[in-house]
């Protein structure tokens, strides 16, 4: 396995680990590599948490246009990349 310089970007947040395990699911089925990263601040402010999402869906630069295209149009919402966060490995 080749190791990868870049960080993996967030393509979408979900708040409930359902719909996130489905869109990782179907990206995963098409050969992507997925990661999640759980925002910290949810033990702080769990009703605000909810509200904005706390689990990012993340994957490689690379993939991320062809993610967020395969995202679209499902009940999955596709949110901008952040590129100040990163996940742990």
């Known amino acids: 396995m080749d190791e990868k310089q870049e960080?993996?970007?967030?393509?979408?947040v979900y708040?409930?680990?359902?719909?996130?395990?489905?869109?990782?699911?179907?990206?995963e089925s098409a050969g992507i590599e997925c990661f999640v990263l759980e925002r910290g601040f949810v033990q702080l402010d769990w009703l605000d948490a909810m509200n904005r999402g706390h689990l990012q869906l993340q994957v490689w630069p690379e993939e991320a246009a062809i993610a967020?295209?395969?995202l679209r149009g499902?009940?999955?919402?596709?949110?901008?990349?952040?590129?100040?966060e990163?996940?742990?490995?």
Request: proline content about 8%.
């Open 68 to 70: 967020k295209e395969m």
């Open 15 to 27: 708040s409930d680990e359902y719909e996130l395990a489905l869109a990782k699911g179907m990206l």
């Open 86 to 89: 990163e996940t742990p490995h």
């Open 7 to 12: 960080k993996p970007v967030t393509v979408a």
């Open 74 to 84: 499902t009940p999955y919402e596709v949110t901008e990349e952040k590129d100040d």
